[in-house]
């Protein structure tokens, strides 16, 4: 007669099942959907399974994976992310079909499966130890990576730009391409002291002043020098002289 353990037999099914639970992995971006309008990507496992005789077998790609953005229904960040990417996908313990092409309210799942590899979702921002990008070192503008929130973009490329907010609460917004500060309304700039180091400006519009002004350099006012101009027309006593000229 033989001996049967059961619970040998329920840790081996157990074991068999859970070669086909999938939790979380790497994946690699094979292929972004509709622009990311959909938030919803492409990808393959960067790791594979492991075979009995040490090989590697190759998992097939996971289609129309949906991608997590910070946001809500009235305010998002987003991103671009590009084929090559890697992202981490967890996996849910239901089927998530029918929330995928639904409104996002409560829906009942279409199977019976749980942990599936079909039923992955995108988390960006995961990089091998040697990609990580937020290493001052492959940056044009540095950042303290353990002590400033920075919020950068096309990292390490010529049109870099960067936002830091640094430790001692200050802020710098670096790039080497134009800013600008739209409104329909007021900008206000509040502040005790201002400093502009600019070469050249130009205003457009009327401009009111409060307070003294100092100068150093030629002022022009419609053409004419204000402090080397000259009057013609000029008469002695109380006589009103002509306008100035340059």
Same mark, same amino acid.
């Given at each position: 007669m033989i001996d049967i353990d059961i619970t040998d037999i329920i840790r081996t099914q157990f074991k068999i099942d859970q070669q086909d639970m999938w939790t979380a992995v790497p994946c690699i971006v094979t292929n972004v959907v509709n622009n990311m309008e959909e938030q919803r990507v492409d990808?393959?496992?960067?790791?594979?399974?492991?075979?009995?005789?040490?090989s590697g077998d190759d998992n097939p790609d996971i289609l129309g994976v949906p991608v997590i953005f910070p946001g809500?229904?009235?305010?998002?960040?987003? /991103?671009p992310i590009n084929a090559g990417d890697t992202v981490l996908c967890v996996f849910a313990s239901r089927s998530i079909d029918n929330f995928k092409i639904g409104s996002g309210q409560p829906t009942v799942a279409n199977d019976m499966r749980r942990f599936s590899d079909q039923d992955a979702i995108a988390i960006p921002g995961l990089f091998s130890f040697s990609k990580s990008i937020n290493r001052p070192g492959v940056r044009k503008f540095p950042h303290n990576s353990n002590r400033d929130l920075c919020i950068s973009h096309n990292v390490g490329s010529g049109t870099e730009v960067s936002l830091i907010l640094k430790q001692d609460g200050n802020?710098?917004?670096?790039?080497? /391409?134009?800013i600008l500060f739209q409104s329909g309304r007021k900008i206000a700039l509040?502040?005790?002291q201002m400093e502009v180091n600019v070469p050249t400006t130009t205003w457009v519009g009327n401009i009111e002043h409060t307070g003294n002004y100092t100068i150093t350099g030629v002022a022009t006012f419609n053409g004419i020098p204000f402090d080397t101009h000259k009057h013609t027309?000029?008469?002695p006593g109380t006589g009103t002289s002509a306008g100035p000229v340059a």
């Open positions: 990808v393959r496992p960067s790791v594979v399974t492991l075979l009995k005789d040490g809500s229904m009235s305010s998002l960040i987003s /991103f802020v710098e917004v670096k790039t080497d /391409f134009d509040n502040a005790p027309g000029i008469m």
